[in-house]
Structures are given as C-alpha cells and as structure tokens.
C-alpha cells in the first residue's frame, strides 16, 4: 500500500512539474507550488499579464475511462476557492488582489512513456453560497 501511494504521489509531482513548465512557456510566473493553509490546497499560483491564475493540476495514467478534469467537482471547486480567497488576504497575495483571479485545470494523462497535457484555463466561476 506504501509502494501505491508513493507511486501516486510521484505521478502528482511529474504532472505538476510538467503543468509548471507548460505555463512558464506560455509567459506565467509560478508564484507558489502546493500552498496550504489548514487543509486547504492549492497546487499552482501563477501570475501572467492577464491576472492571476490559481491552477488544479489532474494527472492520471491512461486506462482509468473518466478524463482527469473531471474529477474536479463543485466541492473541489470550494475548496480551492476558498484557499484562493485565504492567499489573496495574507502577505504575500494582497500585491495579486487588485487583479483578475481566473480558476484554471491541467489535466495529464500519461500512456506508455508518453503524456497529453490539456490546459483550460478559465475552466470554472466559483459560486459563493
């Protein structure tokens, strides 16, 4: 059971090393990778010259049938709003608060050594209840 979970864990960090450079080359600055607060997380904050980006990174392999960006539900979407809410009111965000926020997925999928990197950006508008 340890080996599984390490071997997820390792598959997370290779997507969201592979989401990292992918928005590095399209004029992102990573501003935190993992940011935490309580048992919130977020997996990338990034900056470009449309606003800042607050980024959910799905990696899965191949034979599971249900695309990764899916599994980002309302109650995920929650959360990560939340935590981007708690970002943007501590030291380090409030510089980013007068900008706009935009609530993008990386989805990977990887298959035989290879991978499908999908971006959405602007992929939902959390709901404040």
């Not at 080996?3 to 501003?31: P, T, V």
Request: charge should be negative.
């Amino acid at each position: 059971m340890e080996n599984r979970s390490r071997y997820r864990q390792d598959l997370g960090q290779e997507g969201e090393d592979l989401a990292c450079g992918y928005l590095i080359d399209r004029g992102h600055i990573i501003l935190k990778r993992n940011y935490r607060c309580g048992h919130l997380e977020i997996d990338i904050i990034s900056f470009d010259s449309e606003g800042i980006h607050f980024v959910e990174v799905k990696t899965r392999r191949d034979n599971i049938q249900l695309p990764p960006q899916e599994n980002v539900g309302w109650r995920k979407q929650r959360k990560i709003a939340e935590a981007a809410k708690r970002f943007l009111n501590s030291e380090e965000g409030i510089p980013f608060g007068c900008h706009e926020c935009y609530f993008d997925i990386v989805a990977i999928t990887f298959d035989n050594g290879f991978h499908k990197l999908e971006w959405f950006p602007q992929a939902y508008i959390p709901i404040y209840v």
